[in-house]
């Protein structure tokens, strides 16, 4: 097959063929990429996009930024190494010091950095073995509707067990904790009160001892959890899991794989609590698009022997001079200032939704890294939150979006919240086409639905 001259369906028809049952956003985005550019996506058959899925936030700087092109074809034309394991370069001790400058000082001072095998799961999972051998101790405190990746440990902390059901010797020890949320709040009351609430929970099971739980190795958490549903963690919750595990000395993991670098309206979303992690989990964006991950952590907890945690790809140079790149430009240009602007006026957009269609149940989100969860008021339910999620109607939602010219992905409780996690680079004009496109694809399926039901 000549690949290059192939329309969309020859090509998803060989990918089905050959790839795994596995394969996920063909599925629902079927599509197959000629360029890309920007914010913008072109299909095989010449249908232009705007990519609200990014990577799932890796492409901070969009598609092909020039900036990042001309890093990696200067590297490749001065025959730099492509691959160096842990062996040290020009290019690896640059990108440290522009990570460690992206950070805020009371990180910074006393960081170490460990380079993992390139994903974000990988991460995890050295952070996981870290503060396990700093602390020995073995019990890990996880939160309901996490998602920190698909391998073991990681696996085992997720809040979706259907991802997890059928396999079998996950991570033991692992205990889930109530992740605050104002439209589902796993104590039905929402706000301040649920946030308190969700507080003294995690201090009183950890001062019980009775609760059952050994002394923890660590807590990790997403300041917003993405594949959750996009569900910021309130400010003062944060503050206080800050206090608590330093009271209990339980050393706490921040995954900011997709909330790093700006995505938030801070470099680091956990800066918007003004919390001093002991362990930070890096991917995505700090790769400018090139598969890297790496763990930040404080000096304390450097206790690891020689060969205790390696990875045959946590020497990918052209990520590092990539990343390098994407940090520096993303400082450069304030985007996490951008980020919050643009975010707050796209948010404000999908807010009017809310009050047009009752199948909007919530928008929500910090920055560019926003939801809008669909529900269906007329169906029974008994779970958290006044109504019942409905991941049909966000399903029709993505497709009528898709077929607009408007990639988007579902996450959260039966995959109903749209989500949206555009290039940090998009612009104020952007941001307003996206809502209008969004905005008549729930009115175009809501219509439907409507006449449906007559």
């Known amino acids: 097959m000549n690949y290059t001259e192939s ?49 799932a ?41 522009t990570l460690f400058e992206s950070l805020p000082e009371d990180v910074s001072n006393s960081a170490k950095v460990q380079f993992c095998s390139p994903a974000g799961t990988d991460a995890v999972e050295a952070a996981l073995k870290l503060v396990k051998t700093a602390t020995d101790n073995r019990t890990i405190l996880g939160f309901q509707g996490a998602y920190h990746g698909m391998t073991n440990g990681a ?14 010797g996950l991570m033991a020890d692992v205990h889930h904790l109530p992740y605050p949320s104002d439209y589902r709040c796993p104590f039905d009351v929402g706000g301040d009160e649920g946030h308190h609430l969700a507080s003294s929970y995690v201090e009183n099971l950890l001062a019980d001892p009775e ?12 300041p917003v959890q993405g594949e959750g549903g996009v569900i910021p963690a309130p400010d003062e919750w944060l503050r206080q899991m800050r206090r608590i595990t330093q009271a209990h000395d339980i050393p706490l993991i921040v995954d900011e794989i997709q909330t790093g670098l700006g995505r938030t309206g801070e470099t680091y979303a956990f800066e918007h609590a003004g919390i001093t992690p002991d362990v930070i989990t890096l991917s995505k964006a700090v790769g400018g698009g090139l598969p890297l991950a790496v763990v930040v952590y404080d000096a304390s907890l450097d206790v690891w022997e020689p060969g205790a945690h390696a990875g045959t790809f946590r020497g990918n140079q052209l990520a590092m001079a990539a990343g390098e ?64 999620p ?44 996206i809502a209008t496109i969004f905005g008549e694809a729930v009115a175009a399926v809501a219509n439907t639905d409507e006449d449906q039901r007559e």
């Open 7 to 55: 329309g969309n369906r020859a090509v998803l028809a060989q990918q089905a063929e050959r790839e795994s049952n596995a394969r996920t956003y063909p599925r629902h985005l079927p599509l197959a990429i000629r360029e890309a550019h920007g914010v913008t996506v072109t299909d095989m058959d010449g249908n232009e996009y705007y990519d609200c899925l990014a990577g």
């Open 57 to 97: 936030g890796t492409l901070a700087l969009g598609h092909n930024h020039p900036r990042v092109v001309e890093t990696m074809k200067r590297a490749l034309d001065a025959d730099r190494p492509l691959h160096t394991l842990d062996i040290s370069t020009p290019a690896k001790e640059r990108f440290i010091d």
């Open 155 to 168: 696996l085992s902390l997720m809040g979706d067990t259907d991802a997890k059901e059928s396999i079998p």
């Open 211 to 222: 609760s059952g739980i050994t002394d923890p190795a660590g807590m990790i958490l997403e």
């Open 325 to 388: 790149t994407t940090i520096d430009y993303v400082l450069e240009h304030d985007l996490d200032d951008h980020a919050a602007t643009v975010g707050a006026r796209l948010r404000d957009e999908l807010e009017t939704l809310a009050e047009r269609f009752n199948v909007v149940g919530d928008v929500r989100g910090r920055g560019l890294m926003l939801g809008v969860e669909f529900v269906d008021p007329d169906a029974e339910w008994q779970g958290a939150g006044p109504f019942a």
């Open 390 to 433: 409905d991941g049909e109607f966000a399903k029709a939602v993505q497709a009528a979006c898709f077929d607009r010219g408007l990639i988007i992905e579902l996450g959260g409780r039966a995959s109903a919240t749209a989500r949206f996690l555009p290039p940090l680079i998009v612009s104020k004009e952007q941001v307003d086409e």
